[in-house]
């Protein structure tokens, strides 16, 4: 069994990946991760299988969970049995198709979309932003204290997203989350094993 490095779920993003995107995603595996997202919204759906048909085979060569995102139907005709959707998206799966998957993942913003995310039967959700962070440029982060609150409130697994680096991870783990999302740091540093590694504990 391999053992997980760090609560680190990676989220993918081809369009600001420095080197060869199948490359990179190769070196996150190998790294092991807690598992790969991979969030790849400007593919059509037919592009995005296709795309997830290798990244799914380089995931399950080191043994590492990758997690497909929004497109329901991709994830079906895969036979994928993980997934991660926005929560409009979950609202709209029956309670069939939600017990096709055996991880199952919301974006959540609010106590109340947690709590609904949950009752959905989701496995586990992401909360956030945090921290400011130039992905949501303009929008500040919503907080330490809007974390412990969706902690507290559910008991599934929550993953902290939004600015999250380094050196604030230790808050964030502190505030009750199982662990924390990275994106761009994970798409464009120089060494993967260390940048995942400087996540451990902290």
Known sequence: MIICMCDIIVFTNHSICRDNFLTRIELLAKAHPKAIVLREKEFSESEYIKLAKEVISKCNQYGTICILHNYVSAAKVLKHDALHLPLPVLRSLSPEERSMFKILGASCHSVEEAKEAEALNCTYITAGHIFDTDCKRGLPGRGLD????????????????????????????????????V?????VCGNVPEYLASFKGK
């Open 146 to 181: 809007f974390l412990k609150n969706i902690c507290n409130a559910i008991s599934i697994p929550v993953y902290a997203i939004g600015g999250i680096d380094s050196a604030n991870i230790s808050d964030v783990l502190s505030a009750g989350a199982a662990g924390a999302c």
């Open 183 to 187: 994106m761009s740091g994970a798409m």
